[in-house]
């Protein structure tokens, strides 16, 4: 199940930190700007909500990471779920198999981006686009989510990240100002 929260600028940060566990305070209040450090304890505060819902999970979480940052729960193996932040909204996916997800302001994008990142289909596929603004954020999206689920994280062959796709299912969130995808395995 997805949850995005794009109110982040009304979070009362003082209330947000005394929510949270020491470990995540400290890791919020690392980030210099305190919009980071909202999108910070909004996404876990997301991830709270979601898994109370979904798992009637109260409490501490405890969180380990993988090789590349991925995070996991050390209490509870078996649920997966991945969180995502952008300057308008934080997301969180929770499930039951491994998970990814990416959420992306739309923005203007370079030309030098989109070659860098962009396999030659893919950038007939945003040039030739209505909105190659949105375009190209749906497909960022989709490989950083795919990145995400399988804990890689971004790797230097962009073009080639969304070819063999036919074992995942891809969802999108379309909003005036960003995008969210899923990733998850069929």
Known sequence: MTYIDDHID?????????????????YALRYKHERSQRQCLAAYLLLQRALKQEYGITGELKLTYGPHGKPMLVDYPDIHFNLSHCRDAVACVVSDSPVGIDVECIDRYRTLLLDYTM?????????ASPDPATAFIRLWTMKEALLKLTGQGITDDLHTVLENTQV????TIIHPTYICTTCSKL
């Open 119 to 127: 396999n030659e289909q893919e950038r007939k596929l945003v040039i």
């Open 10 to 26: 009304q979070l009362d940060l003082a209330a947000a930190l005394a929510a949270v566990d020491d470990e995540r305070r400290e």
């Open 168 to 171: 995942y299912q891809f969802n």
